[in-house]
């Protein structure tokens, strides 16, 4: 993965207009989550795409990863959890194994109190869709984290 250290402007979402941003889970409005998958290029509910993500120090920094689609909303960004590879158990972590979003074949963990905000125009790739049951579990839990429908 890239960091800071590497020119921004290659990396959609990490500044300007369609930059990926935190969302306050409990204060985004209604939630619909709904599995959309379409291998058209664009960001839909269901797929993986890579987006410059902050760091949660929130000092400018971020790096390039991957990003689990689980809404849309109306003003028509998207609502978004991050991935990780770095194995975490329980608490705020949901385990989703390995995919193709990991070139490396790891199994990866969704970061669920962190919630983000993606623009159509600030992701880099859509990088698969993922099955629908492994989606099923990460927005039920969502759901039940912060009352969405």
């Keep these: 993965m890239t960091t800071f250290s590497e020119s921004q402007a290659e990396f959609p ?3 300007g207009p369609y ?3 935190e969302a306050d889970p409990g204060d985004v409005g209604a939630v619909r989550t709904q599995y959309a ?3 058209d290029g664009d960001p839909d509910p269901g797929e993986i795409v890579w987006t410059w993500v902050p760091y949660e120090e929130r000092d400018g920094r971020g790096k390039d990863r991957p990003v689990l689609v689980v809404a849309r909303e109306e003003a028509g960004t998207l609502l978004a959890v991050q991935l990780t590879s770095k ?3 329980g608490g705020d972590w949901l385990a989703i194994g390995a995919g193709p979003w990991d070139r490396e074949g790891r199994d990866s963990w969704v970061v669920l109190d962190r919630v983000l905000r993606v623009h159509d125009r600030g992701m880099r790739r859509e990088a698969c869709a993922l099955d629908r ?3 099923n579990l990460v927005v039920n839990r969502l759901r039940e984290l912060y009352g969405w429908a």
């Design 13 to 15: 979402g990490a500044e």
């Design 19 to 21: 930059a990926t941003t």
């Design 37 to 39: 998958p379409e291998h």
């Design 87 to 89: 194995r975490h158990d």
């Design 133 to 135: 049951g492994r989606f």
